[in-house]
């Protein structure tokens, strides 16, 4: 895999049948090695070695519904209160962040409320505070530190 805008992280890899596997230390398994994981992984990491988020506040598709509809976030990390505080939104490398990608994770976000967004194709990370009031996404240049 390639490597991607993010500090460098020690995974563990294996090859099972011909395929990659990954070891995903939140679901506390081995998934398969695409493209969009490979993203996701690094995420994962980010947010538990440099953001300092407890493995324990952070959840990898978790179902919500919208509109009748079940869909999943890539990454949802929870609040100390258990109320959702990040949604991110991972894409391949090869997926060009646009404005169907923020209008995703707002959808999501119509169900979850949370504090904060990030999207990112593993390049190009963006970051957003939400503005409920003025319904208005505010850019910034990361997400904040863990803080209990």
Known sequence: MQSLNFPTYKFKIKNTKKKYAIFDIIRKKYVSLTPEE???????????????????LIAIEKKITINNLTKRTDILVFNTEGLPHIIVECKAPSIKISQNSFDQISRYNLNLNANYLMVSNGFNHYYCKMDLKNEQFVFLNDIPNYNP
């Open 38 to 56: 490979w993203v996701r992984q690094h995420i994962i990491h980010y947010l538990v070695e440099e953001k300092n988020y407890p493995i324990s």
